[in-house]
């Protein structure tokens, strides 16, 4: 072979590995910036869903509220699209006893008493598991204190046995 020939064959397997290797670093890119997309949405739509049971309690309280719940449907939705089987289960299962327990809270008499004593902390832990799958879902470290964290509310709006009031 002649110097020539080596250079031209040099060069063309130069430009064949450095196009696959730019191609592989913009798949890659593009993998990593489609995981990053699909976790900010899912962290977008976890808020969303728990500011929406939050959200409705306080009008449950008010007596006031939609008993459509339309938006914690639309976070459910959501969550059921971009989630994991799991999750999505016991996000619709959450909903569906979140509307519930806000009905009766609306109608203001012995019922809405009864669910306020024993089915409001009963929905309350169900979010706080259903916190638990979100973090680990978000690779967020679990908090120490059964999923609340620190100074917030839980379903209820009111701090939980170990939270100041």
Do not use: C
Not at 6 to 22: K, N, Y
Not at 75 to 98: D, P, S, W
């Amino acid at each position: 072979m002649t110097t020539a020939t080596i250079a031209v064959v040099g060069s063309l397997v130069g430009v064949v590995l450095g196009s696959a290797l730019s191609f592989l670093a913009q798949y890659l890119l593009a993998k990593r910036t489609r995981k990053w997309k699909l976790e900010d949405t899912k962290r977008e739509s976890y808020a969303e869903f728990l500011t929406s049971i939050s959200a409705s309690y306080a009008k449950a309280k008010a007596g006031q509220g939609d008993p459509e719940e339309v938006d914690l449907l639309r976070a459910t939705a959501v969550i059921e699209l971009i989630a994991g089987k799991q999750i999505a289960e016991q996000a619709r299962g959450l909903q569906k006893q979140v509307t519930d327990v806000h009905k009766k809270l609306r109608k203001r008499d012995s019922a809405a008493e009864q669910a306020e004593q024993a089915e409001v902390p009963k929905t309350d832990r169900a979010r706080g598991e259903l916190i638990k799958l979100f973090k680990a879902d978000l690779d967020i470290p679990a908090d120490r204190d059964n999923g609340q964290e620190a100074g917030r509310a839980g379903v209820s709006g009111q701090p939980s046995a170990d939270q100041p009031r």
